[in-house]
């Protein structure tokens, strides 16, 4: 069915004019009304002597203040109008940007012209436009929704003005064999479309629905007020009848024409997208992305299609102009895509502090290592070496690579180095030539084990990109991260497959493991990993040549944060700063071809091999710390003879508290680890104690680090001893190759000092180190926000450097209190707090404005409190006693709220929000 006409009354015609006074955020010196004159279809000439139309468009040129730096040229999509950049105006006109947003023919203020307008008309007509204001200089086109096209449209015609696109929730192109989307498909239906879109406000008023956060009742006024009538309404039903759904649909050809021309843009270009549109679902994304490959793109989780009122865009679009383009723009020829350096990267130059010294350096210019993980000066980075390359050395060694430790009894299987290589290959080749191509995504949804190892060394071998995100975040936050990713294929166990197809994470499924016919017909299957390895032992059969090798700079992965400070962040990493990372762990904790390492947490399970370490995870469940078990872990350590594990705090609890299950086999086992590490949250000597108890022979440490850039320093609990009570935890010297330093905070919380190496000033802490990660991956605010000059990684948390040079963490720059009478982190309190008898853990928060926030104390007891209330009395008085601040008030929990992967780290935003209802009179539940 390809619509027609909108049934309705085409013939009537309405002068434009101009919007009524009043409407919230609009400057009513913006709108002007324009008499442009009315191209014929085929946009070349004038339709005839007089023939006009005229537009209402709102046009900050007289707010620009100075040089006028170039011009936003900003359409608006259905059912809405220019009222949609409103805030656009407002910060383009500060940041020296005139902005020119329109109504479209038909729509919001413009005149109704008694015409059907369709995709090429509107380009022309559009064109048409800016012929008459006579624009000049630099255009970057901002489009939304269906204003994406015809911004697109307006782009290609317009090589000699254009220097960049933005884009907004919006699609070029929309294959003939895709299911259209369903708001659409339900307002295109015969019989419907009228009725949805004309006669009834229907279609308006479900997509003043959709936002995120709901409209306040005067914006979605103002929306509505240029289609009170069905008479006003009728190019909204137009837009809607002009989806080339199919190819007899008459704007077909300028679509097909459209989406072809638009691979040929090499101007700057910034995708902003809302990933809670209904209409305008991932594919879109990705098929824009596949067109204008050199984008920068930025996803704002929670927002969806009226993303304008979602997310902070103007902010977005400022920031990037500061960024991609110059002040000389309007001086300068439309041309290809800058061939400036992406300064995405975050590499490893020296910073510098304000006084020019090199931070890391003492004043006299001689080097002590403080600051400075590179103990012997500054070297040459070590010659890049990919991460499989020792497999390949291995491939002839029978000796054991990884164990896997088999439930039920049935005792660990050895995989050795020969047959690890040789499966990597033959999965490398099978996936090669299922079509696999280097750059390919492929996400891995498999357990820690040999399937999870062979697979992903097979992806980096042939240089397609490794997407791993933790079951830990649970089903909403793994989802959110795996369509972020947009994976080409999904390898997985039976129920993450089952997850793929039901939300529809990619196409292509690949099984790690067995199933019936049945079940992987239902799972759509495409082949299981044995398959995938015959397929790569024919092809080597037939092809004996190498396959494609992927650069050092060329992606290698993305890996998702555990989601503990907001939505979980794919960190992309390229295979160079993959291979820096192993050299980063192996060289911090002497792992190497002879040492066997216990891994209680994946990311070191899969650096094993690149290191030459045989591995080995415990039987446990992953998602789930806290189910690893004492006798787990020396079963697992006896398996390979393991001198180094690896576990993170809640798995090392649970270990502790498990401890009385051991046998004497057990607790022999545990007296062979020379190293054990914990990370992922601060870790208690205590805890360190303890373990150490469980194995005598074994030099505590805990490294921090996070997975933007893992390890950064490290310290033996012998190092915490010696360096005592602080403000915070002392988390140690930094590793080989890795830079520290501190910007410090204003009084607002913001750090806003320069990069440098003071001891005892408190601030956010700063890294550089040739194993920071690239970016993080489509999410380009957050990448811009997380640079700081000169190649520094401003990691989010705050602390200060001693005088020895050791790091000591204070808490998260988000959970920074602003108090009356000054800044307050808040670790240095919880320890303090977590020193009385009778008290757990503890998390400090800050309740009220910022500038005002009040301290609360939130404590677990032990025992544990039986229900969330008001402390008493006497805990409240110890509890102030021991922290030397004012503290507004002590609450109780059974359990502080923590992480969904580690377990361990306390959600101070969430326990802040349920503080403030909790002592403002709201019910005091469980936080």
Not at 446 to 468: E, H, K, S
Not at 587 to 607: I, K, N, Q, T
Not at 744 to 762: E, K, M, Q, Y
Request: charged share 20%; hydrophobic share 45%.
């Amino acid at each position: 069915m390809t619509p027609g006409p909108t049934p309705g009354p085409h013939a009537v015609t309405l002068p434009a004019q101009l919007p009524p006074p009043g409407l919230p955020g609009l400057d009513p010196g913006w709108s002007r009304l324009v008499e442009v004159p009315r191209p014929d279809r085929d946009g070349t000439s004038p339709a005839g002597p007089g023939a006009v139309d005229t537009w209402h468009l709102l046009d900050n040129a007289a707010d620009v203040a100075g040089p006028v730096r170039g011009t936003l040229l900003c359409v608006h999509g259905n059912p809405t109008w220019s009222y949609l950049w409103r805030d656009l105006l407002r910060a383009g006109a500060a940041a020296g940007w005139r902005v020119v947003a329109v109504d479209q023919l038909g729509m919001g203020f413009s005149a109704r012209t008694g015409r059907v307008h369709r995709l090429a008309d509107r380009i022309a007509d559009l064109g048409a436009l800016t012929d008459t204001l006579g624009l000049t200089g630099a255009v970057v086109t901002v489009g939304h929704d269906w204003g994406g096209p015809v911004s697109l449209g307006w782009a290609v015609a317009h090589p000699e003005l254009l220097a960049g696109v933005v884009l907004t929730n919006t699609a070029v192109y929309q294959p003939l064999d895709a299911r259209t989307p369903a708001p659409l498909r339900l307002a295109m239906a015969p019989g419907v479309l009228g009725a949805s879109t004309v006669t009834t406000p229907a279609f308006l008023e479900t997509t003043l629905a959709i936002a995120h956060p709901p409209l306040a009742r005067d914006v979605r006024e103002a929306f509505r007020a240029p289609y009170r009538s069905a008479e006003r309404r009728v190019a909204v039903g137009d837009f809607v009848a002009d989806i080339p759904v199919d190819a007899a649909h008459p704007s077909r050809p300028a679509l097909e024409d459209l989406a072809a021309s638009v691979r040929r843009l090499r101007v700057p270009t910034l995708l902003l997208w809302g990933p809670r549109d209904p209409v305008f679902v991932e594919r879109f994304l990705a098929d824009l992305l596949d067109r204008l490959p050199h984008a920068d793109v930025h996803r704002f989780e929670g927002a969806g299609h009226l993303l304008p009122e979602d997310a902070d865009v103007a902010s977005a679009v400022v920031a990037w102009l500061n960024d991609r383009l110059d002040e000389r723009l309007d001086d300068r020829p439309a041309g290809p895509l800058d061939e400036r350096p992406d300064d995405r990267s975050t590499g490893d130059p020296a910073g510098r502090a304000a006084d020019g010294a090199a931070v890391g350096e003492p004043r006299d210019g001689t080097r002590d290592g403080t600051r400075d993980g590179d103990r012997d000066g500054h070297q040459a980075a070590p010659a890049y070496r990919p991460l499989w390359r020792v497999l390949e050395e291995r491939a002839g060694d029978g000796g054991v690579a990884l164990v896997e430790m088999a439930p039920a009894g049935r005792g660990p299987r050895s995989i050795s180095w020969s047959l690890l290589a040789r499966r990597v290959d033959e999965l490398a080749r099978g996936l090669h030539a299922s079509g696999v191509r280097p750059g390919d995504r492929v996400s891995l949804l498999v357990p820690p084990g040999a399937d999870l190892t062979a697979t992903m060394y097979a992806c980096l071998r042939l240089g397609a990109v490794v997407v791993v995100a933790d079951a830990g975040l649970g089903l909403p936050g793994l989802s959110r991260a795996v369509r972020g990713a947009r994976p080409d294929v999904v390898v997985g166990i039976p129920r993450a497959l089952a997850a793929a197809r039901a939300l529809g994470w990619s196409s292509r499924r690949v099984l790690a493991g067995h199933l019936p016919p049945a079940a992987r017909a239902a799972l759509g299957v495409e082949c299981d990993l044995v398959e995938l390895a015959a397929r790569g032992r024919a092809a080597r059969a037939t092809d004996p040549d190498p396959l494609p090798t992927p650069g050092p700079d060329d992606d290698a992965a993305i890996l998702f944060t555990s989601g503990s400070t907001g939505p979980a962040k794919g960190v992309a990493y390229t295979h160079a700063r993959m291979s820096a990372m192993a050299r980063a762990v192996g060289a911090a904790y002497d792992l190497g071809p002879r040492s066997g390492l216990v891994a209680a947490f994946a990311p070191f399970a899969l650096l094993g091999p690149a290191i030459g370490a045989t591995c080995v995870s415990p039987d446990m469940d992953v998602t789930s710390p806290r189910t690893l078990t004492a006798t787990a872990l020396a079963d697992a350590v006896a398996a390979i003879d393991a001198g180094v594990v690896f576990a993170s705090p809640a798995a090392l609890t649970s270990v502790v508290a498990d401890a009385g299950s051991l046998d004497d086999t057990g607790r022999a086992a545990l007296t062979g680890v020379r190293v054990f590490l914990s990370a992922g949250a601060p870790v208690p000597p205590e805890l360190l104690e303890a373990a150490g108890r469980l194995m005598p022979n074994a030099e505590p440490h805990t490294p921090y680090g996070m997975t933007e850039v893992l390890p950064v320093t490290d310290i033996s609990l012998a190092g915490i001893r010696a360096a005592g009570e602080g403000e915070g935890v002392c988390v140690g010297l930094p590793v080989a190759g890795a830079r520290l330093a501190i910007s410090a905070l204003d009084d607002d919380g913001a750090a806003t000092g320069p990069p440098a190496g003071t001891p005892g000033v408190t601030g956010e802490v700063l890294v550089s180190a040739p194993h920071v990660m690239e970016r993080y991956d489509r999410l380009w605010l957050t990448h811009r926000a997380a640079r700081r000059d000169a190649g520094w990684h401003r990691t989010g948390d705050v602390g200060h450097l001693d005088a020895e040079g050791r790091l000591w963490v204070e808490g998260r720059l988000a959970h920074v209190l602003t108090t009356p009478a000054g800044v307050l982190t808040p670790v240095g309190v919880e320890r303090r707090v977590e020193r009385l008898e009778g008290v757990g853990r503890a998390a400090a928060v800050g309740v009220g404005p910022r500038g005002v926030q009040q301290l609360v104390v939130v404590v677990e007891t032990v025992p544990a409190a039986r229900r969330p209330a008001l402390a008493d009395l006497e805990l409240t008085e110890r509890v102030r006693a021991a922290v030397d601040v004012p503290v507004a008030a002590v609450l109780v929990v059974d359990v502080l709220p923590t992480d969904v992967r580690h377990n361990s780290k306390v959600e101070r935003t969430r326990l802040a929000r349920w503080a403030e209802r909790a002592l403002t009179g709201g019910r005091i539940g469980r936080p």
